[in-house]
């Protein structure tokens, strides 16, 4: 399908959801926003529809700081949500987040959008789980299913309760290519952390490669000197004798963490690591 087809269709996709967005909320849509791309052609396309919506980013504490300037810069109408508990309190209480385990998202991302329809970024191409997503669907279970508007709609949205959230995505079958050409051809402006990511997120995430965590130690040092204040924390405080006890220090903790691989493994190399890491050729 063309670009300018999935335009048409994604725009048409936010106007038919738009009446249940308002018999959810006055204040309609509640556009997730990153500062990433895909959160920025959501939101042109909220804009080219015509819709009411707000546009709201969860502030994780993460985040690179030039993401955060990105977004206040360029984008001074996104509301800024505060967490209770920054990434790095959470840290202190629960370690590091894992690719099964990931408490961060679960607490600082997915909370938000509550009692309305959230319109996010979300592509299919992106993992084989969300290639099995429909296009709209009530946020917990059956994500696979699609919700009938229609029906919903003559039913004047009766079976919608007050903390119920319903998601919608609306470039789930939009490719990357499809994304940056609509970026090019809109003029939008583009966040600096693409320069060397291919990917705009939290600074230490388990899905980041082992490569991109090692050079995030070095060239975020009050972030990482953060993030081994609380992990130590985390260590100290913790009553569990399996594998955290198995660590002297946050640093050694990071570390495994970054390699993902065994621990006998981990202990074999460890001391290698450190002196790479000292020596600053880690990268």
């Given at each position: 399908?063309?670009?300018?087809n999935k335009i048409e269709h994604s725009i048409a996709l936010i106007r038919k959801a738009e009446k249940l967005a308002l018999a959810m909320n006055e204040s309609g849509f509640h556009v997730g926003f990153s500062g990433g791309k895909d959160s920025q052609v959501v939101l042109e396309l909220c804009k080219m529809a015509g819709v009411k919506y707000r546009a709201v980013y969860n502030v994780t504490t993460n985040d690179p700081a030039e993401t955060v300037r990105f977004i206040k810069e360029h984008y001074?109408?996104?509301?800024?949500?505060?967490?209770?508990?920054?990434?790095f309190q959470l840290v202190a209480k629960k370690g590091l987040p894992t690719q099964l385990h990931r408490f961060c998202c679960a607490i600082?991302?997915?909370?938000?959008g509550v009692g309305f329809v959230v319109l996010t970024g979300v592509r299919?191409?992106?993992?084989?789980?969300?290639?099995?997503?429909?296009?709209?669907?009530?946020w917990g279970k059956d994500k696979d299913k699609t919700i009938?508007?229609?029906k919903m709609e003559k039913a004047h949205f009766e079976c919608v309760g007050g903390k119920d959230k319903f998601m919608v995505y609306p470039i789930l079958q939009w490719t990357e290519k499809d994304v940056w050409q609509f970026i090019k051809e809109k003029d939008?402006?583009?966040?600096?952390?693409?320069?060397?990511?291919?990917?705009?997120g939290c600074v230490f995430c388990p899905?980041?490669?082992?490569?991109?965590?090692?050079?995030?130690?070095?060239?975020?040092?009050?972030?990482f000197a953060a993030l081994l204040h609380n992990l130590q924390k985390f260590i100290d405080n913790t009553s569990e004798k399996g594998l955290i006890k198995q660590f002297d220090t946050a640093e050694e903790y990071?570390?495994?963490?970054?390699?993902?691989?065994?621990?006998?493994t981990f202990k074999e190399k460890k001391k290698q690591l450190k002196i790479e890491f000292d020596n600053g050729t880690t990268d």
């Open positions: 399908m063309a670009l300018n001074p109408d996104v509301e800024f949500n505060k967490p209770k508990e920054s990434f600082l991302k997915e909370t938000a299919a191409e992106e993992s084989i789980k969300r290639a099995q997503y429909a296009e709209i669907h009530k009938d508007l229609d939008l402006p583009i966040n600096p952390c693409y320069k060397t990511r291919r990917r705009v899905f980041a490669p082992t490569r991109q965590l090692k050079r995030a130690a070095m060239e975020k040092p009050k972030q990071f570390f495994w963490w970054v390699e993902k691989e065994n621990i006998k």
